[in-house]
């Protein structure tokens, strides 16, 4: 009798274990899916928005012209017909620039997004040669001049042309200073950080039987410079041409000629014209972009081959 009743009860109390056990895992269940419910939702409508943010700072530029290394830049567009009257109107936008190595050259990237191996701002140091200049004439194919407070950059700063035609104000270390345009190409010997000035431009620094003194230089943009000019090269036709510029403030970076209905970017000779191999263009609008980015565009020159014909227009000062 006594086993019949503890085997009631063990039976009486499996009933209960049974039911009470399917309401716990239920309550349980309950909990875990809230718990899962709230922290998980939070975390990853987090992630989802930080993710967003990410993908923005990344994916979206600012609106304005994209130069070669991504970024974009204020830019400026002036015209003038062929008769050198400006007809010019401005385009600015928001600047980005990309993390660089220095605060330098991020205000340069921002400032000259087109500039090569020269950039504003940035001080170089070298050693300055000297050179008979002869008549002034030089690789950059401007010509004999009366002018010859010139340099001659060396190989590696010529940079296929683009340094011709830019001035550059050059200091010893005694002090003395010279500013240079360039005109020449320093050969291969010349180091990079090399400038071989004129005879005139290194006595300004130094006794001339130094032959050699340390300097540091850098890119100037000049207050008064004049009006620039255009050359068709000699031999220059409908069919082919090469066309230069001339009296330009700041460097050069690119030179366009519209050829059905659209801008055609030309490449640049190490002697310092731009050229079109099958003629598109030739004869028609010319578009010239300086390192800052602003753009000068005459409507047509004539075909005149190795005739400097003069435009009314120039680079805004830096």
């Known amino acids: ?19 009470v056990t399917p309401v716990a895992l239920f309550a349980v269940g309950a909990l875990v899916c809230l718990v899962v419910a709230f922290r998980p939702g939070g975390q990853a409508d987090t992630g989802r928005a930080a993710d967003s943010a990410v993908t923005g700072s990344r994916g979206t530029k600012a609106p304005g012209r994209e130069s070669p ?42 400032t000259a997004p087109l500039a090569g191996r020269i950039r504003p701002g940035v001080g170089y140091r070298g050693v300055a040669t000297t050179y008979d200049a002869g008549t002034g004439d030089g690789a950059c194919s401007y010509g004999p001049s009366d002018e010859l407070m010139t340099a001659a950059m060396n190989h590696t700063d010529y940079e296929t042309a683009e340094a011709c035609g830019a001035y550059v104000l050059v200091r010893a270390d005694g002090g003395a200073s ?27 620094l130094a006794n001339p039987a130094a032959g050699r003194i340390p300097i540091t230089w850098k890119l100037l943009s000049p ?39 659209v801008w055609r970017q030309l490449p640049r000779t190490d002697y310092n014209y731009f050229l079109a191999e099958d003629g598109g263009g030739c004869g028609g609008p010319v578009r010239i972009t300086d390192i800052y980015g602003e753009r000068l565009t005459v409507d047509g020159i004539a075909l005149r081959p190795d005739a400097v014909q003069p435009t009314r227009l120039q680079f805004a000062g830096h």
């Open 1 to 19: 009798m006594k086993e019949t009743r503890q085997a009631a009860r063990r039976r009486g109390r499996r009933p209960t274990l049974r039911a």
């Open 178 to 204: 010279v500013t240079v345009r360039i005109t020449n190409e320093c050969p291969t010997g010349c180091v990079p950080g090399q400038l071989d000035l004129s005879a005139p431009a290194f006595a300004r």
């Open 223 to 261: 207050g008064d410079s004049g009006t620039l000019s255009l050359r068709y090269k000699t031999g220059s036709s409908r069919y082919w041409c090469a066309l230069q510029v001339i009296g330009h403030r700041n460097p050069v970076a690119r030179l366009e000629l519209r050829s059905g209905g």
């Open 69 to 110: 290394d991504g970024s974009t830049s204020p830019a400026a567009t002036r015209s003038a017909s062929p008769d050198g009257s400006p007809t010019a109107t401005a385009r600015t936008s928001t600047a980005s620039a990309r993390p660089s190595a220095s605060a330098a050259s991020r205000a340069t990237k921002t």
